[in-house]
């Protein structure tokens, strides 16, 4: 189990997300870097497909994390994740507000749909990022 920093570092560099997740960070591009804000192009693989997004990440050690969807269909989506210590090692909450665009706006059922995607993504993300830190410091001896 990751400590919150150790987790919060993991999942704020976006420069390594595609290492940690390749099945669904295809990759990551920054185009805007500045100290606590950057602005990336991401291909993404979500529900079967292949998708280019521009997002802002907001990173405010130790504890927040926003990402903002920027274009694409879920254009105006929002989440914000806050990292807290407890007895398991890491909770991690996330604050989501889902703007569905589009296409999609027209498929039964997608919101749900999507809800329960971005969760299990979230918990793959936690299982990869332990993997990923575990080969890193396994590389780094």
């Excluded at 296409?103 to 809800?115: A, N, R, T």
């Amino acid at each position: 189990m990751l400590d919150r920093n150790d987790l919060f570092e993991i999942s704020t560099n976006v420069d390594n997300f595609h290492n940690v997740m390749p099945n669904y960070f295809k990759s990551m591009d920054v185009i805007e870097d500045n100290t606590s804000e950057k602005i990336v192009l991401e291909k993404i693989s979500f529900l079967g497909k292949t998708l280019d997004v521009k997002t802002k990440h907001i990173v405010l050690p130790p504890n927040l994390h926003g990402v903002f969807i920027l274009s694409g269909p879920l254009s105006g989506t929002s989440f914000i994740e806050n990292y807290e210590s407890d007895d398991m090692g890491t909770k991690i909450i996330i604050q989501v507000s889902l703007q569905i665009n589009g296409f999609l706006k027209f498929v039964p059922l997608i919101e749900k749909l999507i809800s329960k995607k971005m969760n299990n993504v979230m918990n793959e993300f936690i299982i990869s990022a332990e993997s990923f830190s575990q080969r890193h410091l396994f590389y780094k001896s």
